[in-house]
């Protein structure tokens, strides 16, 4: 199983004024969302387990190894990021070559590299655009993009950071699909979000940034039923737990299939969903 290991990880961009404050977490397994109000350090924490910046004090352990002992090409390997704004990421002039950057870039062969990139754009669903300028694509669909790139270098560890700012309906279930689907292959899945609805239904795992500390972390089923916790983070509860509280069936509610089935048998013994 995939697993990261954090040891109190502090970091700061300037002496003395401390953006991550001695955290302590095992990730492993589960797919796990990581929430928090702006400026609370979710990205610079992603981009320490990334190695993209050191920690100043406190260790990152990725499966067995520290990371500061990878070179940068097997940590590449090893973990993908996709960055919240895909115009950091995405700079090549064909959908295809942008794809298939990455997986070159590790050492994999032309053929390969095509094929996974293949594949990757049609998870996005966007194969039919092989040779458009991902900048004649909208920020939504270069979003997919920049995650194409990332799946098609097969990383067994997957960051996402802000997936689903901007994407429609359509663009979400793509994502869940995706989600899914690198959990079942047995991937370690990370994601910030703001969207907590999102967070809620997909993810088994939760982590609450709060300035800098995880304020507190769980299966999302308990994380998200502790309002007044949310609430000191400046979180809101997902929309089925704000329902659920109204209709009187206050839970551990992660879908609206959920509360309805709950607020049913409250109110009618003999309710079949
Ligand atoms: N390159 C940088 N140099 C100096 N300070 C930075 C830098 N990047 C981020 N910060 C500061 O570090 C703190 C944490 O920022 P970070 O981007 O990690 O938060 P976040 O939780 O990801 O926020 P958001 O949800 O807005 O993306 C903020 O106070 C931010 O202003």
Not at 124 to 142: A, G, I, Q
């Amino acid at each position: 199983m995939n697993s990261i290991e954090i040891k109190n990880l502090s970091f700061s961009y300037t002496a003395g004024n401390d953006v991550l404050k001695g955290i302590d977490l095992t990730l492993n397994g589960a797919a796990t969302a990581i929430v928090g109000q702006n400026g609370a350090g979710k990205s610079t924490f992603v981009k320490l387990l990334k190695g993209l910046i050191v920690p100043t004090e406190g260790e990152i352990v990725l499966n067995g190894k520290n990371t500061k002992d990878y070179t940068v090409a097997s940590l590449a390997k090893e973990i993908g990021l996709v960055f919240q704004n895909p115009n950091d990421q995405v700079f090549k002039n064909t959908v295809i070559s942008e794809v298939m950057f990455g997986p070159l870039n590790i050492g994999m062969d032309e053929q390969d590299a095509r094929e996974k990139s293949m594949e990757a754009l049609r998870k996005v669903k966007l194969d039919e655009y092989v040779d458009t300028n991902p900048y004649d694509l909208s920020l939504s669909e270069r979003k997919m993009i920049a995650i194409a790139s990332i799946l098609a270098m097969d990383p067994n560890i997957v960051i996402f950071d802000e997936p689903t700012m901007g994407q429609d309906h359509e663009g979400k279930e793509t994502l869940k699909e995706i989600i899914y689907e690198l959990r079942n292959q047995g991937k370690l899945v990370l994601c910030i979000l703001h969207d907590m609805d999102f967070a809620a239904e997909v993810f088994e795992r939760t982590i609450v940034f709060n300035q800098g500390r995880v304020q507190i972390e769980g299966p999302t089923r308990d994380i998200f039923k502790q309002k007044d916790i949310l609430h000191q983070a400046y979180l809101e509860q997902p929309i089925v737990a704000q329902i659920a509280e109204v209709l009187g069936v206050a839970g551990s509610y992660v879908t609206e299939k959920e509360v309805v089935s709950a607020a049913g048998a409250c109110h009618d013994p003999n309710f079949v969903e």
